[in-house]
C-alpha cells in the first residue's frame, strides 16, 4: 500500500508542477498559481515522508516515471480542472489505504491527506474561476 501511495504521489507531483506552469504561463491568477505551489509542497512532502517509512522498513522505494501523461492545455479553466482530478484521484488513494493501515501515525497521515486534498481542489478550482458550488460541493460524489 505504502508502495503505491508513492507512486501515486510522483504523479500527483509532476501534474501539480507541469500545470502550475501552465497557469504561471497563462497569466492565471496569482492565488491559482499560490495554491498549485502550496500543493505541490505539501505532496512533496508527503511522499518523501512515505519513502522515509518505507526505507526505515527495509524496503526500497519506487522512483518517479520519466513523464506522466498530462492533457492538451486549453486554457486556466481546463488545468484547474485537471489538478482539481489528481487531487481527487489521490484522496480516494488515501481513503481506500485508510481500511489497510493499522499504524496511528500512518492513519493520520491518510486523513490529513484526505483533507488536505478537498482543500487544495477547492483553492485551485475557485482561484481559476470557477464557482463555488463546482469547486466545492455540499455532498461531494453525489449526483446533483
Do not use: C, W
Not at 498559481?33 to 500543493?39: I, M
Request: proline share 7%; aromatic share 4%.
Amino acid at each position: 500500500m505504502l508502495v503505491d501511495l508513492v507512486l501515486r504521489e510522483h504523479a500527483v507531483i509532476y501534474g501539480l508542477a507541469a500545470g502550475g506552469g501552465r497557469l504561471g504561463a497563462e497569466a492565471a491568477s496569482a492565488a491559482a498559481v499560490e495554491a498549485v505551489q502550496g500543493a505541490y509542497d505539501v505532496h512533496r512532502l508527503r511522499r518523501d515522508q512515505l519513502i522515509a517509512v518505507l526505507q526505515q522498513r527495509g524496503a526500497t522505494a519506487p522512483p518517479a516515471e520519466p513523464a506522466y501523461q498530462l492533457p492538451p492545455s486549453a486554457n486556466a479553466a481546463v488545468t484547474g480542472a485537471f489538478l482539481a482530478t489528481l487531487e481527487d484521484k489521490i484522496g480516494a488513494s488515501y481513503d481506500t489505504a485508510l481500511g489497510e493501515l493499522t499504524e496511528p501515525s500512518l492513519r493520520q497521515m491518510a486523513v490529513t491527506a484526505i483533507r488536505d486534498g478537498a482543500r487544495f481542489r477547492t483553492q485551485i478550482l475557485l482561484a481559476v474561476g470557477q464557482p463555488a458550488s463546482a469547486a466545492a460541493p455540499a455532498l461531494p460524489g453525489r449526483p446533483g
